[in-house]
Each structure stands twice: as C-alpha cells, then as structure tokens.
C-alpha cells in the first residue's frame, strides 16, 4: 500500500499523469479498500458532478458521502 510521495510516483507512472499536477489531487487523504487504493481529484466539478458523486457514494460502501453545501 502506498502512501505520501510514493503513492504520487506511482499514480503518475501507472496514469501518465504529469507529477506538477498532484495539487489538483488528494494524495495526502487516498482511500484504502480491499487492498486498492483510491485518490479523488479536486476542482474538477463540471455537469456530470452529480451523477458521479452519486455513483462514489453508492460505490464507496459508506466510505464517500457527497452532500451539498
């Protein structure tokens, strides 16, 4: 299980992300379920934010909840 910069190194390597990009990321907060690890990405809201976090929040077992401001 990977974690801090070695959790980045990783996702970056495995994604093709660019590392400048980990701001746009909650690398310090991932998710760890069932021996796979999740990262959300913040400030990507857009017109199908709501289907999605619908979707994370039934995915995510009680993990994830969404809930409007």
Not at 23 to 52: M, R, Y
Request: charged share 20%; aromatic share 12%.
């Amino acid at each position: 299980m990977f974690t801090g910069d070695a959790l980045w190194e990783q996702f970056c390597k495995e994604h093709g992300t660019a590392p400048e990009k980990r701001k746009q990321w909650f690398v310090e907060e991932p998710i760890h379920q069932d021996g796979q690890t999740w990262l959300l990405q913040a400030n990507v809201w857009g017109p199908s934010t709501q289907v999605l976090a619908d979707g994370l929040d039934e995915f995510g077992g009680g993990l994830v909840s969404m809930a409007p401001l």
